[in-house]
């Protein structure tokens, strides 16, 4: 079981070094505006939208469940199309996927080959990334980038800067991912590349500057349906009415404050800094914390597998999450995970977050039951009842 539980959440150690480009951003606005440049600017970016017919000004892309562990979209890269399966990642800011030159644990992964496309222009920096669960490297480059898979409907997105990995760490190996397309803010990218979804807002390409995620919970199930991101628009068809908005404490991560956790008779209303990250499979706490939630749920902590296991038949009560002025009640059938050999875990684990950055990671249990509105404009999140039941 240990090392299941894929944690693409970026170094948090690194996210404090980038926040400069965000004012690296501005001040390259305010050039364009002091130059008289910033009209013309503003027009390509408009005629970039009209230009194609098949630009939408929103997009759903399906994810498929692997397992309730992780949830994998399809991109494709470059003219002609070349495919890749991606986590889409909210505790990240970067793209990679593997290139011709990765041997060592990419031989199931599909590789991008910039000499089949006609639109690739060179970069050639390097880039290394570290994240949670492993770490990868290799050279940038900019080609076209689509969300959703060829043959489907997608979101073009020119002129997008990506890694082409020339290795990747043991970790990546046995996933089923190709690599990890990045969702959060340009503040947290590796090199302060432009992450595609934000290089499509300031491309003027979708309707709002906002993406709704729904997750299901699919059980053991592989490779099935299991979600739908919903770029540029709040996902009205599998998302109820929106319960409340939480502004965000740091728009690096989408960073947020949360009152307190409860689980039956154990609660903790010390207030903390979180993250919503699909990229994590668990919710991660201060230990003292989540061994208390894990304590009420009855869960049993193994050491050896580095997990809490507890009854699959087990019925504690939801665990509920207090942000703002309203209360989130996750439901066991979110938090109680199939590890697929009779064994059921409590979807959380120990994170210890340093002292500085995020103390808790909300990962795909919380979204399972909330669809998670990144309102990237607003600088807020907002959450809405999943209407899976
Ligand atoms: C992504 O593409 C693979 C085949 O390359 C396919 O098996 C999978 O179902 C696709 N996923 C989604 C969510 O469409």
Not at 67 to 94: A, M
Not at 242 to 259: C, D, E, I, N
Not at 354 to 364: E, V
């Amino acid at each position: 079981m240990k090392g299941l539980i894929l944690l693409a959440i970026l170094g948090l150690a690194s996210a404090a070094v980038h926040q400069h480009n965000i004012q690296w951003r501005e001040s390259l606005r305010m050039e364009m505006i002091r130059n008289g440049e910033y009209a013309a600017y503003l027009e390509y970016q408009d005629t970039l939208r009209r230009a194609s017919p098949d630009v939408l000004a929103s997009l759903q892309e399906n994810v498929n469940d692997f397992g309730d562990y992780e949830y994998l979209g399809n991109i494709t890269i470059g003219t002609p199309e070349q495919s890749f399966i991606v986590v889409l990642d909210t505790g990240s800011s970067n793209l990679w996927i593997p290139g011709p030159t990765c041997s060592t644990n990419c031989q199931k992964k599909h590789k991008f080959d910039s000499t089949k496309s006609s639109t690739f222009v060179k970069n050639g920096k390097s880039w290394t990334i570290q994240y949670g669960s492993g770490d990868a490297a290799g050279i940038l480059g900019e080609d076209t980038v689509r969300f959703g898979a060829a043959g489907q409907p997608q979101l073009p997105v020119p002129k997008t800067t990506f890694g082409i990995a020339s290795k990747i760490s043991a970790d990546f190996k046995r996933d089923a991912t190709d690599g990890i397309l990045g969702l959060a803010f340009t503040s947290l990218a590796v090199d302060g590349v432009v992450p595609p979804l934000i290089n499509a807002i300031n491309q003027k390409l979708l309707d709002q500057p906002l993406f709704t995620v729904w997750l299901e919970h699919r059980g053991a199930l592989n490779n099935v349906g299991g979600g739908v991101f919903t770029y540029g628009a709040i996902d009205t068809k599998n998302c109820g009415p929106v319960v409340g908005y939480q502004p965000l404490s740091s728009a690096t991560y989408y960073q947020f404050k949360v009152a307190g956790f409860k689980l039956g008779d154990y609660s903790s209303t010390k207030a903390a800094e979180v993250i919503s990250d699909t990229g994590t499979s668990f919710i991660g706490g201060p230990s003292s914390v989540i061994s208390g939630l894990a304590k009420a749920a009855g869960a049993k902590y193994n050491a050896l597998e580095g997990a809490y296991t507890i009854a699959c038949n087990a019925q504690p009560g939801p665990l509920d999450i207090t942000i703002g002025s309203h209360v989130y009640s996750i439901q066991p059938i979110n938090y109680i995970v199939n590890a697929g050999n009779g064994q059921c875990l409590f979807a959380a684990f120990h994170f210890a977050s340093g002292g500085f950055g995020p103390a808790w990671i909300l990962g795909d249990p919380f979204i399972r039951q909330y669809c998670n509105i990144y309102d990237i404009g607003g600088k807020r999140m907002g959450f809405a009842p999943s209407l899976q039941k």
